[in-house]
């Protein structure tokens, strides 16, 4: 499988893949997360392991599980983590640490690495009894609320190293190595791979959608970190100048139980504005992520918080100019002006909006500058290498101490 990829990043790039997984073969890699499918997370996962077996490298992924109270705490966690604000549940810290506790008596971790993915199932580096443990972080910590990192910081600094998406998020109050990673896409997967004119008009005609007026979309989730009432404002402005249609298009998942609320808020939001169609698919509907990226004439992530967005670089990958908030780990791949544009509120996109959909030629350039951004810096390829060098440095590092 990794051998396609040569067409696209060179003979070169994945010589230097082998090269290093040569360093490692026949060791033992264990990935652990919150959700089998629904967010980036499980997506690059879904990725990374086979590539990771491919290479000789023994890999598995495993997921926790967790009740609904459960994952209410990691979902309050997560929002007070990158939003420096929260609201802590009663007993969180003791429902958290009883599903470490299940977990742990569930999951065998009996590998020479063990990368743990986000805050929900951080503390199960309580269990740690060989081998070397890296805390992945996907989410944006720069400005956590103090009590939720205080808590979670107790369990950070017992990892060997950790990975987080950009060097903002970066902390002075660990002393645990810590490196840059950003996510990436897979060009190969059905959500990214070049499908038909054919295809995404059949697709965009099955929801409803006029394929001769404009279209804007946004593919998230229905979080609040998302934006999704913020991108309704700036379609209903930019519905004063053109006449165009929105599609914002969601999955539910397993360790996220505010969607439903965030949905039905959207959808209030959305009341009484023409042209918006607000769907809610399933979390393997990749064909029709692909079909809407393609179809859209300009596409937005107005996120007011965020570790990364795939979807940034999946409509980038299409050529596509994108609007995205300006933060976390979007400006990264959104250069002002160049590879898109970035905006801090409704008014801002409503603006480029209406620039982009007035300017053809100008959306056209920016989509293929953003493509080659995108070759260079955000597919899976080059971040199944950095994982590989992180593993070799963690281990290296394990050997020089000893």
Not at 181 to 197: A, T
């Amino acid at each position: 499988m990794i051998e396609k990829y040569a067409e696209i990043i060179g003979e070169n790039e994945l010589d230097a893949i082998f090269r290093i997984a040569e360093e490692l073969k026949g060791i033992s890699v264990l990935h652990i997360n919150s959700t089998p499918k629904g967010g980036g997370v499980a997506e690059i996962l879904s990725k990374l392991v086979p590539m990771m077996n491919e290479l000789g490298i023994n890999t598995q992924w495993k997921v926790i599980r967790g009740d609904n109270s459960f994952f209410n705490v990691t979902k309050t966690f997560h929002n007070s983590l990158q939003n420096g604000v929260g609201e802590l549940l009663d007993d969180s810290f003791k429902i958290y640490e009883k599903w470490q506790g299940i977990n742990l008596s569930e999951i065998p971790l009996d590998y020479d690495v063990v990368f743990i993915h986000d805050p929900q199932p951080a503390g199960l580096i309580k269990g740690k009894k060989k081998g070397k443990w890296v805390w992945r972080c996907h989410i944006d910590i720069s400005n956590p609320y103090p009590p939720v990192w205080n808590f979670l910081r107790k369990y950070v600094q017992l990892y060997d190293s950790m990975i987080i998406s950009s060097s903002v998020f970066g902390r002075e109050d660990l002393n645990v190595p810590q490196f840059v990673i950003p996510p990436s896409i897979d060009p190969l997967s059905v959500k990214n791979r070049e499908i038909s004119s054919f295809t995404v008009e059949r697709i965009l005609r099955k929801f409803e959608i006029d394929t001769e007026r404009p279209l804007i979309t946004q593919i998230s989730r229905f979080d609040r970190a998302k934006d999704p009432v913020g991108v309704i404002q700036s379609f209903k402005g930019l519905k004063k100048h053109v006449d165009a249609q929105l599609v914002y298009l969601g999955s539910p998942a397993s360790d996220d139980p505010e969607g439903e609320l965030v949905y039905r808020e959207t959808i209030k939001a959305a009341e009484g504005v023409k042209d918006v169609h607000l769907l809610l698919l399933p979390p393997d509907s990749d064909l029709e992520v692909n079909a809407f990226q393609r179809g859209a004439t300009v596409v937005m992530q107005k996120s007011v918080k965020e570790g990364f967005g795939l979807t940034v670089s999946e409509a980038m990958w299409k050529r596509k100019a994108v609007i995205g908030g300006n933060t976390g780990g979007i400006p990264l791949q959104i250069i002002h002006g160049y590879t898109g544009f970035l905006v801090n509120t409704p008014e801002e996109a409503t603006h480029y909006l209406i620039y982009l959909l007035r300017n053809k030629e100008i959306r056209e350039r920016i989509g293929q500058v953003a493509r080659e951004h995108v070759r260079n810096n955000f597919l899976m390829t080059r971040e199944l290498r950095d994982y590989l060098m992180v593993i070799l440095l963690t281990l290296q590092g394990a050997m020089g101490r000893t």
